[in-house]
Protein backbone atom coordinates (compact mmCIF):
# COMPACT_ATOMS: atom_id res chain seq x y z
CA UNK A 1 0.00 0.00 0.00
CA UNK A 2 1.49 3.24 -0.90
CA UNK A 3 1.53 6.18 1.91
CA UNK A 4 2.41 9.98 2.08
CA UNK A 5 2.28 12.77 4.07
CA UNK A 6 0.75 16.22 3.08
CA UNK A 7 2.77 18.31 5.29
CA UNK A 8 1.47 21.95 5.98
CA UNK A 9 2.38 24.83 8.10
CA UNK A 10 -0.55 23.55 10.87
CA UNK A 11 1.37 19.96 10.67
CA UNK A 12 1.49 16.42 8.94
CA UNK A 13 -1.50 14.35 7.22
CA UNK A 14 -0.14 10.58 6.77
CA UNK A 15 -1.87 9.46 3.89
CA UNK A 16 -2.91 5.72 3.22
CA UNK A 17 -3.83 5.31 -0.24
CA UNK A 18 -6.48 3.02 -2.11
CA UNK A 19 -3.67 1.38 -4.40
CA UNK A 20 -6.17 -1.20 -5.95
CA UNK A 21 -9.74 0.91 -5.62
CA UNK A 22 -8.63 3.71 -7.51
CA UNK A 23 -5.05 2.72 -9.28
CA UNK A 24 -4.99 5.25 -12.32
CA UNK A 25 -5.89 8.06 -9.44
CA UNK A 26 -3.37 7.26 -6.95
CA UNK A 27 -0.42 6.96 -9.94
CA UNK A 28 -1.42 10.26 -11.36
CA UNK A 29 -1.28 11.52 -7.53
CA UNK A 30 2.08 9.98 -7.40
CA UNK A 31 3.38 11.44 -10.20
CA UNK A 32 1.83 15.17 -9.51
CA UNK A 33 3.23 14.74 -5.92
CA UNK A 34 6.77 13.48 -6.62
CA UNK A 35 7.11 16.34 -9.32
CA UNK A 36 6.67 18.80 -6.65
CA UNK A 37 3.51 19.85 -8.60
CA UNK A 38 1.76 20.46 -5.16
CA UNK A 39 4.66 22.03 -3.37
CA UNK A 40 3.58 25.45 -2.36
CA UNK A 41 -0.11 25.50 -4.01
CA UNK A 42 -3.00 26.32 -1.42
CA UNK A 43 -6.70 25.26 -0.15
CA UNK A 44 -8.18 27.39 -2.28
CA UNK A 45 -11.62 26.02 -0.98
CA UNK A 46 -12.84 25.64 2.67
CA UNK A 47 -16.14 24.57 3.52
CA UNK A 48 -16.73 23.98 6.96
CA UNK A 49 -18.01 20.48 8.04
CA UNK A 50 -18.09 19.86 4.21
CA UNK A 51 -14.48 20.06 2.50
CA UNK A 52 -11.09 21.49 2.22
CA UNK A 53 -9.42 21.21 -1.25
CA UNK A 54 -6.65 22.32 -2.97
CA UNK A 55 -4.44 21.55 -6.11
CA UNK A 56 -5.15 24.35 -8.15
CA UNK A 57 -1.81 25.60 -9.54
CA UNK A 58 -3.47 28.79 -9.90
CA UNK A 59 -5.25 28.73 -6.45
CA UNK A 60 -8.89 29.88 -8.32
CA UNK A 61 -10.00 26.20 -8.43
CA UNK A 62 -10.42 26.74 -12.44
CA UNK A 63 -6.57 25.09 -12.45
CA UNK A 64 -5.02 21.54 -13.45
CA UNK A 65 -2.16 19.97 -14.75
CA UNK A 66 -3.03 20.62 -18.46
CA UNK A 67 -4.67 16.77 -19.01
CA UNK A 68 -7.89 15.24 -17.33
CA UNK A 69 -8.05 11.60 -15.91
CA UNK A 70 -11.02 9.06 -15.70
CA UNK A 71 -12.95 8.84 -12.53
CA UNK A 72 -12.51 5.32 -10.89
CA UNK A 73 -15.94 5.06 -9.23
CA UNK A 74 -16.89 0.98 -9.31
CA UNK A 75 -14.01 -0.16 -7.02
CA UNK A 76 -14.16 -0.73 -3.15
CA UNK A 77 -13.93 2.29 -0.63
CA UNK A 78 -16.12 4.36 -2.51
CA UNK A 79 -17.32 6.35 0.04
CA UNK A 80 -17.19 9.79 1.51
CA UNK A 81 -15.66 10.27 5.31
CA UNK A 82 -13.89 12.05 7.89
CA UNK A 83 -10.53 12.07 6.36
CA UNK A 84 -10.94 10.61 2.43
CA UNK A 85 -8.90 12.33 -0.14
CA UNK A 86 -11.60 12.24 -3.22
CA UNK A 87 -10.77 14.21 -6.49
CA UNK A 88 -12.40 17.20 -7.84
CA UNK A 89 -14.13 17.65 -11.26
CA UNK A 90 -16.54 19.58 -13.19
CA UNK A 91 -17.96 16.74 -14.63
CA UNK A 92 -17.25 13.15 -14.87
CA UNK A 93 -13.86 12.16 -16.10
CA UNK A 94 -12.61 15.82 -16.36
CA UNK A 95 -10.03 15.48 -12.81
CA UNK A 96 -6.90 15.96 -13.22
CA UNK A 97 -4.96 17.64 -10.15
CA UNK A 98 -7.58 18.83 -7.83
CA UNK A 99 -8.89 16.99 -4.88
CA UNK A 100 -10.67 17.58 -1.43
CA UNK A 101 -10.39 16.04 1.70
CA UNK A 102 -13.55 15.11 3.63
CA UNK A 103 -14.41 17.14 7.14
CA UNK A 104 -17.29 14.27 8.29
CA UNK A 105 -19.55 11.85 6.60
CA UNK A 106 -23.14 13.09 7.04
CA UNK A 107 -22.93 16.00 4.46
CA UNK A 108 -20.88 14.31 1.78
CA UNK A 109 -22.75 10.84 1.51
CA UNK A 110 -24.04 12.53 -2.12
CA UNK A 111 -20.37 12.80 -3.23
CA UNK A 112 -19.84 8.43 -3.31
CA UNK A 113 -19.62 6.94 -6.31
CA UNK A 114 -19.31 10.34 -7.79
CA UNK A 115 -16.10 11.70 -7.32
CA UNK A 116 -13.41 8.84 -6.64
CA UNK A 117 -11.77 7.91 -3.25
CA UNK A 118 -8.48 7.56 -3.83
CA UNK A 119 -6.89 7.40 0.03
CA UNK A 120 -7.46 8.39 3.44
CA UNK A 121 -5.93 10.27 6.41
CA UNK A 122 -4.69 7.82 8.61
CA UNK A 123 -3.47 10.31 11.27
CA UNK A 124 -3.21 13.63 11.47
CA UNK A 125 -7.23 14.26 11.32
CA UNK A 126 -7.17 16.85 13.28
CA UNK A 127 -5.12 18.83 10.99
CA UNK A 128 -8.23 18.72 8.18
CA UNK A 129 -10.46 20.94 10.99
CA UNK A 130 -7.73 23.24 11.34
CA UNK A 131 -6.92 24.19 7.69
CA UNK A 132 -8.41 27.96 6.69
CA UNK A 133 -8.65 29.56 2.91
CA UNK A 134 -5.26 30.23 1.36
CA UNK A 135 -3.46 27.62 3.75
CA UNK A 136 -0.70 26.21 2.01
CA UNK A 137 0.22 22.56 1.03
CA UNK A 138 4.34 23.18 1.64
CA UNK A 139 4.94 19.28 0.27
CA UNK A 140 3.52 16.39 -0.59
CA UNK A 141 6.24 13.01 0.42
CA UNK A 142 5.32 9.88 -1.17
CA UNK A 143 6.95 6.85 0.68
CA UNK A 144 8.06 3.95 -1.41
Do not use: W
Amino acid sequence: MTTGEIQTAKGVMKVSFYDEDAPKTVENFVKLSKEGFYDGLTFHRVIPNFVIQGGCPNGTGAGGPGYHIDCELNGGNQHHEKGVLSMAHAGRNTGGSQFFICHNRDNTRHLDRNHTCFGKVTEGLDIIDQIKAGDRIEKIVIND
